[in-house]
Each structure stands twice: as structure tokens, then as C-alpha cells.
């Protein structure tokens, strides 16, 4: 960790970076020399932005402009990928706490499911998976699967594989929930088409011209856009989470062979 930015981050947000915030980041209660070598550090990393006094600890100079690596944006940027303390500057219990998501199960039916898809995404090998999809009447069936990608999305994990079974689609890559895999068994490779080719996940971004709804007030038209990040009329969104950004802001109809929604009343039981 750059125990510099940890520095100058805790002195611009909090006013002050002590001692005791190093020992905390830092592991140097037992090494006063160091943390106090990681304070000069940041002092002369950030000569024009930090100020330390003996004794005291490194303060912010606030007649300097704001350093870049102290902007909110970047700082809520980093929360959300759940960045530790230093490398944000921030501790658990400092303010207002920050929530996130909670997970739902991020595994398989079974442990044994969730620890073949696992080893198979780490080593990139081929595995039989027991899915259920939602299409009508659908109970588990097995598909033959390379994985390529792991995402979490904040509530669930989900599995970016390839489709043995389709060779005339030129094997494609699709997306599995995790939770919905019921077994998981390990494919010998000699059970692979010989005509697959490995394909790499593209994280790419696509760009869409948006039309917002036209029941949005003007100030309503404005924060959305913002919390989009449309510019003058186009959005751009990564391109294997387009599904569940269509499925979120979208109004499209589901496929008549869906079950959707999976959810048809709740009770609140509090």
C-alpha cells in the first residue's frame, strides 16, 4: 500500500493524520522510527499539500489546491470497490457508516458444486454443470461449460462461461447465476469438442443514445442523467452487465417462455 496517499487522503478528510493513524494502517505501534519515517514520507511525496508539526502529526495545507487523489468522486469510488483503510484513509466507524449490498449466497446449491466451479475458474478447465434456467416448466439440466469469467455484482456471484454444446454458434459465451448451478462435476478434457476454441471475455463498453421517459421533470431529466453518466444523449455501459442494467432501467418486455417476475408479493414481517 502507498502509505504516502494514506497519509495526505487522512490529513485532507479528516483534518489530521497522527501517529496513532499509522500504527492503526500500519502494524508500527512497536516501531515508532518507521511510522514516523511513513510521515515524513508523505510530507515530502506531498511538500505543497502537507504540513507536519513535531510531536502533533501531518495536517492538511489548506491554502493549497485540493489534491487529486483527495476528490469525493475518487474516494466514493474507492468504498464502493471496497478498498481498505490504507488505501482510502477512511476507517470502519469514522462518521456516518457506509453501507453496502448484503450478499445473498454467493455459492452453489451444494459446497462441493461451488468449490468444482471454483478450481475450474482458477485453473480454466472444463466442468459439468447441473443448471436451472427460468424458461417455463424448466427443471436442472446438464450443461457442458468452460468457464472464462467470475463477477459479483454486489449480490450474487455469476459465472461467464462458454457453451460446449453450441458449435454451430461458435461456442458463445453466456452467463450463469452461481446459486442456480445444483451440482458440479469436473469435464475430462477429452470430452471437449475438438473443434473449440477458447475465447477470451472482451470487457468492453457499449455506447447507446438514451431517450429518457418524458414524464421526468427537467431537474429529474438532470439526475439522471448524472447518475447514468449520460452525455449529451449517449450512455455508455459495460457490455456483460447489459442484462441486468436492461432489466433494472428498461421497460422491455420478457419473453413469454420466462418466468418473471420471481417475486409476486412481499410481506413485510417486521
Known sequence: MDSTLFVLRRAWLFGECRRSDIDRAFGTVKSPNRAAALLQGAVQAWPHHLIRLRHRGVFPNLHAVRPAPVEAGLILDLLAQGAPPQETGVFPGDGA?????????????TPLATRVVLDAA?????????????????????????????EHTGLFWRLYAQDLEAARQGFPIKTYVLARI??????????????????????????????????????????????????????TWPDHALHAFRREFVDEPVPADIVWPLITRLEDRD
Open 97 to 109: 457508516p457506509i453501507l453496502k449490498p448484503v450478499p445473498k449466497p454467493s455459492r452453489a446449491l
Open 122 to 150: 482458477l485453473h480454466e478447465r472444463p466442468i459439468r454443470a447441473l443448471y436451472v434456467g427460468l424458461r417455463v416448466s424448466e427443471s436442472g439440466r446438464w450443461r457442458l461449460l468452460w468457464p472464462r469469467a467470475l
Open 182 to 235: 445444483l451440482e458440479a462435476q469436473p469435464l475430462d478434457p477429452k470430452d471437449v469438442p475438438k473443434d473449440f476454441t477458447p475465447r477470451t471475455l472482451v470487457r468492453r463498453t457499449r455506447r447507446f443514445r438514451v431517450f429518457l421517459s418524458e414524464a421526468l421533470t427537467s431537474d429529474q431529466v438532470a439526475v439522471v442523467r448524472n447518475q447514468l453518466d449520460i452525455q449529451d444523449g449517449i450512455m
